[in-house]
């Protein structure tokens, strides 16, 4: 099967070490050249600085803002900006909109895909491999194919005013990737052990539940890693089904976050984006190897 | 052996309620959309058979035609300058930098996992010219250049955002064709370099071909994503000047929300659907061939 392949031997790949440090050690020792040094500067420049020119920026008031040279920095630092967005900007609502929504689907989304993990890697049955087909063929097909026909179910069901159309819909568009990741790691797992331990008189249930899962805990994490950031980073469906101010989710609000204020406050502005960031900076500085990891071998589908 | 492990019951109930609400809330609303695509009117008014009026519409939409170009131009730029990028930052840690790279690799992936609304501000205010010359222009007016009113067309807004998506994704790229470089064998690259071969013509000879596979299916992973293109759109330029740089994703949107032509907006889907599908095909057929002749 095309699709097993590439995940085999990324897994292989990554296994190696936490941060596949061990390879390019051996490679010939070229001396250090100053043009390596100058890219490496470059990049991180590039990569960097708009960020520490966004912080810079949050913490200036509006005149400094327009008035002054865009480099330079804060005259005073304004960091009554932050209050200013979590309140007046209503930053606090959206992040309280984002969590209600992104945790209960993350939740349902891993406990669904752990379970059809296990059953299409480790039970023995006819047609797991087209179901899991299924659930891969979900992957390809852009969103915009399944939002007017939920749009029309959630209204008539009435469900519009409420965060429930988010929770299902990130649960139901998360499912296929985190179903195929799932059981690509329940590959690593031999099924004997669970004969074993269903032998011992524990049901195959129980021995999902108290076995399969804590093996696959780290997995877990990944997982629900990637696909948080998928879920907290959305803009398409978050912006379909949240018509209603009070609803908004972190992104829906920033887009919009200038017309909450009589005329623009870039200072808020700046904050309420620093705020969004430094959100996702956090988890990243604590968890970034396992985030790189996970993101890279979820793109290894192909 | 095989007894408990196909234990029916126990089947239903692990895969069940996954494949239930995966059925309801993709795969129903796919065949649903099908037939709204047959449609005129929306969930508020309701809707009434239209027949195939909306697929004469589609073909004759000068709109619609100009989002399709712009979709596949921007898909095409932005995943071949992703992975060229990404490739020439994976030799770089993997070549030059050697074991100092993991602290690199992590800085250059962070801007993965931001918000693309959070970077659309960002680079909107990183580029821009009034009420407040952003960095970018004041770096221009420094070495004698008048500023550039980057928004003001779509051209430019066009490359401004090819630029923002390639510095987003660039180290995630990099970190996963790190992975296939990392797995080429010293003992090839040891020989070559026995053989003469150094630098470039090591890299073009050996290297470039023995991560073609890794490539390839970066590639395939990439242009499944920028042909969806959706959020950098709306946070950068919502589809400005005009409708300059509207690619498909937006103007279903537009068409479906802001006009709540639910129908059309299903036909335009359709288009994008079908799009994906056939590039992906070509893709994997062009990368198939390439990788069992190379």
Known sequence: MAIDTPVKTSAGRWSRGPSGNTGPSRRARAPRRLWVKIVVTLLLVVEIYPLI????????SNDDYLNNSTWSLPTTWEWGNYSEAWTTGHLGLYVQN???????????????GTAAGFALQIMVWKGRSLTLLVFLAGMMVPPQMILLPLFTVYFQAGLSGTLWPLILTYTGTGLPLTVFMMATYYRTVPRELFEAATIDGAGILRAFWTISVPLVRNALLTVGLVQFFFIWNDLLIALTFTNNQDLRTIQVGLLNFTGDFGATQYGPLFAAICINVFGTLLIYLFLNQKVMKGLTSGAVKG | MHRVLGDRRAIA????????????IMLVPIVWSLGYSFTKGNTIDGFSGNGAANFSRLFDDPAVRDAL???????????????????????LYVFFLKKSSALIRTLAFFPVVLPTVAVGLLFQKFFQVAPQTGPVNSLLNAVGLDSIDFFGSAGSAFWVLIVMDIWRSMGFYAVLLFAGLVDIPDEVLESARLDGASGLRLIRHIVLPLSLPVLMSSLIFSINGTLKVFDSVVALTNGGPGNGTTPLTLYMFQTSFTYSDYGYGSTIALLLTVVCLLVSLVVYRVSQRDITEG
């Open chain 2, 13 to 24: 109930i692990l895969l069940g309620p996954a494949l239930l609400v995966y059925s309801l």
């Open chain 1, 53 to 60: 020119w966004m912080f810079l920026t949050s913490l200036k």
């Open chain 2, 69 to 91: 170009w712009f979709t596949l131009k921007y898909a095409a730029i932005v995943t071949v300058g992703q992975v060229v990028a990404g490739y020439l930052l994976a030799l």
């Open chain 1, 98 to 112: 984002s969590l209600l929504a992104v945790l209960p689907a993350l939740a349902l989304m891993l406990l669904l």
